[in-house]
């Protein structure tokens, strides 16, 4: 199953992948499947949606939710198009993901999903869920001269830089789908992202 960039990914001013888990649905194509759901207007209301309004966020100068919320499926689609998903597993489909698997495909399966970094070069990897585990595999792959250094920032989220791809920030979100009220969480999202990229600039 392909995943990584969307078809408008190079041309953002910002470029911002979502590190996600795994796929939920069978598709040979996420990328291919994005553009079918934004051209027929078919977002939805919940996991696309949620990943469109973080994209589209951060992609307009951190837009507030009390705009954001107002938006309809058009303008967040192509802000998703600008976007990118990759996850840690590409290759089986589940709704949700035990926290001890994920840890461990991290690991087993960076060659896939840090390659997929390394090849896309992000500014930004919003880490839905996945920080922890992409975090420690990253430490058991590099040499220590290499380990990435956590830093919180003063909203109290964690970030650290890619060690081999240059001014590339993890920040650890939430899933878009976890049960948290979504306008806090795409505020917090917000607020520490524009926090961190000022403050690692």
């Known amino acids: 199953m392909k995943d990584g ?3 408008k990914y190079y041309e953002a001013s910002l470029r ?20 079918e759901i934004v051209r027929e207007n078919k ?10 309004q973080r994209s589209y966020g951060l992609l307009n100068n951190f837009e507030p939710w009390k705009q954001v919320c107002k938006f309809e499926s058009k303008a967040l689609g192509e802000a998703l198009l600008q976007s ?6 590409h290759d089986l489909c589940a709704n949700t993901t035990p926290q001890d698997n994920l840890v461990k495909w991290a690991n087993e399966h960076i060659e896939h999903w840090h ?7 992000p500014r930004l990897v919003v880490c839905g869920g996945t920080f922890h585990a992409v975090k420690q595999a990253i430490k058991q792959t590099f040499k220590q001269a290499l380990q990435p250094q956590e830093q919180v920032a003063s909203t109290g989220m964690k970030w650290f830089i890619d060690p081999v791809v240059e001014g590339c920030i993890y920040i650890d979100a939430p899933h878009p789908t976890a049960r948290y009220p979504v306008a806090m969480v795409y505020t917090y999202i917000m607020t520490s992202a ?6 690692s600039s």
């Open 43 to 52: 977002l939805g209301k919940k996991f696309m949606y949620r990943v469109a």
């Open 194 to 199: 524009r926090e961190i990229l000022k403050n």
């Open 5 to 7: 960039p969307n078809e």
């Open 115 to 121: 390659g997929q970094i390394k090849n896309c070069k």
């Open 84 to 89: 990118g998903i990759v996850n840690i597993r």
């Open 16 to 35: 911002v992948i979502h590190l996600l888990k795994q796929p939920t649905k069978e598709n040979p194509s996420l990328p291919d499947l994005i553009k």
